[in-house]
């Protein structure tokens, strides 16, 4: 297949090796992936603080950017921002008078996929140490984030994945269905509520003992990250697409 | 015939308000620790019940498509079932009245008790009376209202505000139920003690008295059946159902919303409400009366249909759906930002992930008063996952807050931090030109962060950020950069 990467805007500034980490796992499978060089964000932080108009520029620009036949699929190592194209598009074209974006926006939508959802439902992976080479020695725990799990309906996929992974111990998060409190610009506009759901995600990932906390979304793990760094508390954050591409040869160190 | 537009109808009045913004309020509210214990203590555990009787149900998911394919017809024909419910209930020896607003309820309620000549009414549970400030107005005019739910009860003996639309009481533990109990009951044994059962009993005592003596009961609804032109009270305790068996007034207050189209639609509802607030498969309680029976129950018997800005709401294409609620209360126990802040933060009667989008949308959005409350949530999803009825709050709350910064924008000549950050990301983020550019920059944010990898500090809003959290040294090339050097360069 030919796969268009959607890299969002926080792992390509921020999280790059996340971005080649998925590109690395789908070459790994036979797969020829894309870097579509006019993507830059689906809007969902404009969209989400109530900025509609300032919005759609960078939305016409997702849509623009990858409504093309140059590729099969589309694939984001994002939960949230795979659900913002799927669900706040339509929205946006809808609240803006816009139908003919609209229905491109769906169709746009509709071959986007969240990067377990395509190695498990499209890719058949069942097994990452078999049929990817993860190996990873270390102990991790994992915080499903909302989007993913609700608006996608990812359920088990990441965390059923993550324990397949060779050399890996993966020890359960207590009330890991609670968000961490990160929410886009909530987490500035209402800190202090932010900050006390993320005080008690902290505590959880501590009371695991894992050297590691791994989820699907670099935007909740940079908030979780930056609470558990500023408690000085030793486990670091990863994103599960880190945790998949590292092999026995070339482990990915903490 | 010409359609004349009478412009967007009337905002609701009345206990619909934050009283300070979200932030605010929950900054304040977060510092109460015992709140916060019982608060959380309560809602896990009515979490976990619901979950489990949820659970028990293999048609559930098809149970919550019905419960919101009913409303969303109910809702599309609203004014065709009021009537037809006003000619049934009618023809059955109800008497219909319809208020505008808040006042107009009021004054509707007021005038109605005034004339039994009573200056005593009993109260069964009921949100609609809470919005309206029924009790206060009551007193005004010379007339005590007496709640007769257990929580509720618990609220006003404590000159407190409900906090939760099911439990008004949630945020009290049971030593201070026992402390409200003993130094407001006229009549108590001076060595109760916390246990719920001798709680229960003293209130009990307290209330059989006024049941006895009460000429008049003013309620709310659960729903009215549009087709028999029945009205219907779901509840726990039976207090409710001595309130509407025993005067010979019976004063029911209701949003117009209430109101479904047939009788058979209460098998669905009847599923959907006991499990999702209280966690049962059944509710103890459930009182359907239609009209007046001769010699039997209340002779007089009214209904007030409230509209105090429901109509408002339901011209929002993209809002009207949760006009669907049935007051379940699953929302908010599920609520990562309820459970710590409390309902009192939300101002409105109506707190928690629902409150946030309905209290503006009978209002309107640009009462300013609450245009922090689409806010007050981080789009966990939990409640519309819980919601039995599938009113997707956020995404309502999303729209909401477009519609704050509209409203904003028009009024605000100013612009803000936010305006300028979105504005300029606007930019930013609409080509992958101009993030390309922007981040040639990364490397000077390595240089801010310094030796040990770490940004600790943002001046302006970006400060709500570093108060807990730190930023990680960016890298010193995006991933763009590195796909053009490496992967296109090839
Ligand atoms: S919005 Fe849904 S979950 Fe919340 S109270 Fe209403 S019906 Fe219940």
Known sequence: MRIALFATCIVDAMYPETAKSTVKLLERLGHEVIFPKAQACCGQMHMNSGYMPEALPVVENHINAFDTDDYDVAVAPSGSCVASVKHQHPYLADRLGKPELKERAKAVGARTYELTQLLVDVLGITNAAEQLGSYFPETITYHPSCHGMRSLGLGDRQLDLLKTVGGITVNELPEADQCCGFGGTFSIKNADVSSAMLDDKVKNICSTGASACSGGDASCLMHIGGGLSRTGAKPKTLHLADILASTMEETVSL | ?490
């Open chain 2, 1 to 490: 015939m010409t359609q004349v537009f009478l412009g967007m109808p009337a905002g609701g009045q009345g206990n619909l308000f934050e009283s300070e913004p979200f932030p605010k309020a929950a900054h304040r509210e977060l510092g109460n620790t015992q709140m916060r214990k019982n608060l959380r203590h309560a809602t896990h555990t009515i979490r976990d019940k619901r979950l489990k009787v949820v659970g028990e149900l293999p048609d559930w998911e098809a149970l919550r498509d019905a419960g919101s394919v009913i409303k969303n017809n109910s809702m599309a024909t609203l004014e065709e079932r009021l009537l037809e419910f006003e000619k049934n209930f009618t023809a059955r020896g109800g008497i219909v009245h319809w208020a505008r607003d808040a006042d107009e309820a009021n004054q509707i309620v007021t005038d109605l008790v005034k004339a039994t000549g009573s200056t005593e009414v009993v109260k069964v549970k009921s949100m609609a009376t809470q919005e309206i400030g029924l009790n206060e107005h009551l007193e005004t005019e010379g007339i005590s209202a007496f709640e007769t739910d257990l929580a509720e009860l618990i609220v006003q003996l404590g000159h407190d505000k409900p906090s939760h639309i099911l439990v008004p009481a949630i945020h009290k533990n049971r030593t201070e139920v026992r402390d409200i109990f003993l130094k407001e009951m006229p009549v108590v044994d001076p060595n109760l003690t916390d246990e719920p059962a001798k709680l229960a009993e003293a209130a009990r005592a307290h209330l059989r008295k006024k049941f006895l003596a009460a000429k008049v009961a003013i309620s709310g609804a659960n729903f009215a059946l549009a087709d028999t032109g029945t009205l219907g009270v779901v509840e726990s305790e039976g207090n409710g159902r001595m309130c509407l068996t025993l005067p010979e007034t019976l004063i029911t207050v209701m949003g117009i919303e209430k109101v479904l189209p047939q009788w058979e639609d209460i098998e669905v509802f009847m599923q959907l409400l006991p499990r999702s607030s209280t966690g049962e498969r059944m509710n103890p309680y459930t009182s359907l009366w239609t009209g007046v029976t001769e010699d039997d129950g209340p002779q007089n018997v009214h209904i007030v249909l409230l509209d105090n800005g429901r109509t408002r709401a339901l011209a929002d294409r993209f809002g009207r759906t949760a006009l669907n609620c049935i007051r379940c209360s699953a929302c908010m126990n599920v609520c990562p930002v309820y459970e710590r802040t409390g309902g009192h933060a939300y101002g409105s009667t109506y707190p928690g992930p629902i409150g946030a989008i309905l209290s503006p949308l009978l209002t309107g959005i640009e009462v300013e008063e609450n245009g922090s409350l689409p806010y007050a949530s981080s789009l966990c999803g939990a409640c519309y996952e819980a919601c039995p009825v599938k009113i997707n709050i956020p995404e309502i709350l999303v729209h909401l807050r477009g519609e704050d910064v509209d409203a904003k924008r028009e009024k605000h000549k100013l612009p803000t931090q936010m305006d300028l950050l979105m504005k300029g990301g606007s930019w930013a983020l609409g080509k992958g030109k101009n993030i390309g550019l922007l981040e040639k920059a990364l490397p000077l944010g390595r240089l801010a962060a310094g030796k040990d990898r770490k940004i600790k500090k943002l001046p302006g809003i970006a400060a709500g950020w570093t108060q807990s959290r730190d930023i990680p040294a960016p890298p010193s090339k995006s991933f763009r950069d590195w796909w053009s050097d490496e992967k296109e360069s090839k």
